[in-house]
């Protein structure tokens, strides 16, 4: 029988890594995420699995770090919250632009600057659209219980390992803190040296006399040749919109009203949903389990079934812009949000319901 | 001696290390990088350890020297080179893992990064090309730029007050428990190449008997940036650079 166990979401992630075969986890302390890396140094993974652990010196060699490891072929992984994200964003560049996968987890907490160590969506933007410069995606998850930061963190290692490309976990104060019952995925070995030589031929291994050098690199000087790596990744994020959307519907079939919700707003909106269909109020509510790909086309298909949407989020309205993107005009979107680090109660999130979109 | 005696295998003194491929390099004449990579390539050869040998390459004149030593290279973004070889050397600890940067890349935006790797005692070779100058992005003033002298960034010649003081990263290094082996050296006469390579070796083999970091500092010419010929630069750097920068071993444990 499958053991469940309680423990918060960041230790979650922490038990994950070494569960799914993770060779290197590099990070730098920051609130609310440092339990991964206290969990991490607490289970000494490195007597077990081999896993390495290590303590950089800022969020900007921990990403570096991670770039190094990604080219050797290796399960390389990093966890931070918003300002340790924000100096990450060069190297996620490179590393999208390398060509290489990896896993970032982003605890949010409330910006911008310093801003509050209480969880926020705030993040949006810089995670779905890029967030580094030049033209990049990361596959960007959204978990909203302990037992998702524990599944998606192997999804998205496999995710980032089929397209070659950074994926972020997109998680905020209330999951990594909170504890929840979880049931930890199977352990899987770590890839041997020659398994990654077999599955990744690219990996920095050193040269053996039967190949050429491997190069990792993001550099293209000659125009042209830049297009063509340009043009390379936007395939792989239309395969990626085209085979990865996730996503998860409550109470969608006879809804008149739509709430879309990810993460901990997701959560609230559940229960805002329950409270409004006891008044009698027709709504459902749409839950992006990926942000990138977002799911476009199921939200699109509502559209033509609904009066009005309301998105539900922990900043400022970011998320409602892929929204009517995908609505094009077709119903009114609007926004209910709370920023500073303040979670919206479902009671909150109902009367927004009410005077914005039922009435 | 005929043409058919000098080209007859039995009679070769000296030959092109087969490390270092046939592209031809980008750098200017006179650019003391040439010099250096061919050292490496040789080291490399004669320690035969091409196959297990991880280059990381910086941003700079030198980002380009993946294309010239046929081993594994990874190119890091601008001063992060000792972060992308912790993890290559932690992950892959049997393997000779060395970064090639320059003095903006080590010692200005890398400035971070050197320091933690060394202090970690990370088992790496760390080459360090110090000329005082930027010279990919054109000529402007470095950390290691001496007082007084002119870049684009300083016309009127690098004044204290105005731009700080020149930054000695390899005493700096020197003074950290992390570092096994720091030497400052040049390449611009025969016996200061042999020296060079001498320590390259020295620096290689300390990584991989895991004895720490090992810092090789070759004090350069950029003739291009400095806008001087190739002999004049030389002499420049010998009577400028060199009381700065003196050259010797500074740790060898």
């Not at chain 1, 009203?257 to 009698?280: C, M, P, Q």
């Not at chain 1, 992006?288 to 998105?311: D, E």
């Not at chain 1, 500073?340 to 009410?354: F, H, R, W």
């Amino acid at each position: 029988m499958e053991e469940v166990r309680l423990m918060k979401g960041n230790e979650a992630i922490a038990h994950a890594a070494i569960r799914c075969g993770c060779d290197g986890y590099f990070g730098y302390p920051i609130t609310p995420q440092s339990e991964i890396m206290e969990t991490l140094m607490e289970l000494e993974p490195w007597n077990s699995t081999g896993m390495v652990v290590l303590q950089a010196e800022s969020e900007t060699s921990s990403i570096n770090m991670v770039y190094g490891a990604a080219g050797c072929g290796k399960r390389a992984m990093t966890s931070s919250s918003s300002p340790g994200v924000s100096l990450m964003q060069e190297g996620i560049s490179y590393i999208a632009g390398a060509e290489l996968p990896c896993v970032i987890v982003n605890v949010m907490r409330g910006g911008p600057g310093l801003g509050t160590i209480q969880p926020s969506q705030a993040d949006y933007f810089q995670a779905v659209k890029g967030g580094g410069h030049g033209d990049y995606h990361m596959i960007v998850l959204a978990p909203n219980s302990v037992q998702e930061m524990a599944d998606h963190l192997c999804l998205a290692f496999d995710l980032a390992f089929k397209y070659l490309t950074p994926a972020m976990i997109l998680a905020d104060g209330v999951i990594g803190q909170m504890m929840e019952k979880v049931v930890l995925p199977p352990f899987r070995p770590r890839l041997t040296e020659k398994e990654i030589s077999e599955k990744y031929p690219w990996a920095t291994l050193g040269k053996p006399q039967t190949r050429n050098p491997n190069i990792i690199n993001s550099l293209r000087l000659e125009s042209d040749e830049m297009e063509e790596l340009n043009l390379l990744l936007q395939k792989r994020y239309a395969q990626i919109e085209q085979n990865e959307v996730l996503y998860e519907t409550f109470l969608c079939e006879d809804a008149e009203y739509l709430i879309v919700a990810f993460g901990t707003s997701s959560r609230v909106s559940k229960k805002a949903v329950e409270l409004a269909r006891a008044e009698g109020i027709k709504v459902g509510l749409l839950r992006p389990i990926t942000l990138f790909p977002f799911p476009k086309i199921p939200i699109s298909q509502l559209a033509n079934q609904v009066k009005g949407m309301l998105t539900v989020e922990m900043n400022a309205g970011q998320m409602i812009e892929d929204v009517r993107l995908a609505v094009n005009g077709r119903v009114s979107v609007e926004f209910f949000g709370r920023m500073g680090g303040i979670v919206p109660s479902p009671d909150d999130v109902l009367d927004a319901l009410k005077t914005k979109i039922v009435n | 001696m005929t043409l058919n005696e000098i080209i007859n295998p039995a009679n070769l003194v000296y030959s092109k290390t087969k490390v270092m491929n046939d592209t031809p390099m980008h750098y200017c004449p006179g650019c003391s990088h040439g010099v250096v990579h061919k050292l490496i390539a040789e080291v490399i050869e004669e320690m035969n350890v091409q196959e297990k040998t991880i280059g990381i390459a910086p941003v700079g004149c030198a980002v380009f020297a993946y294309k010239y030593l046929d081993i594994d290279w990874q190119q890091a973004a601008h001063g992060r080179a000792p972060a992308l070889a912790t993890a290559v050397i932690r992950l892959l600890p049997d393997r000779l893992v060395f970064t090639y940067q320059g003095d903006g890349d080590l010692a200005a935006i890398g400035t971070a990064e050197t320091i933690h790797a060394a202090n970690r005692g990370e088992n790496i070779a760390i080459i360090f090309i110090n000329n005082g100058i930027y010279g990919m992005t054109g000529g402007q003033m470095a950390p290691t730029t001496l007082e007084g002298m002119k870049t684009s960034t300083s016309p009127n010649g690098r004044k204290i007050e105005l731009n700080g003081n020149p930054l000695n990263m390899t005493d700096l290094l020197a003074r950290l428990p992390g570092t096994c082996y720091v030497t400052r050296q040049s390449v611009h006469n025969v016996a200061n190449v042999r020296k060079t390579k001498k320590a390259i070796r020295l620096a290689f083999e300390n990584a991989l008997a895991h004895k720490g970091t090992s810092v090789v500092e070759v004090v350069s010419t950029c003739n291009s940036g400095w806008k001087m010929t190739p002999a004049d630069a030389n002499t420049w750097m010998v009577d400028n650079m060199f009381p700065e920068y003196p050259l010797g071993d500074i740790k060898n444990l």
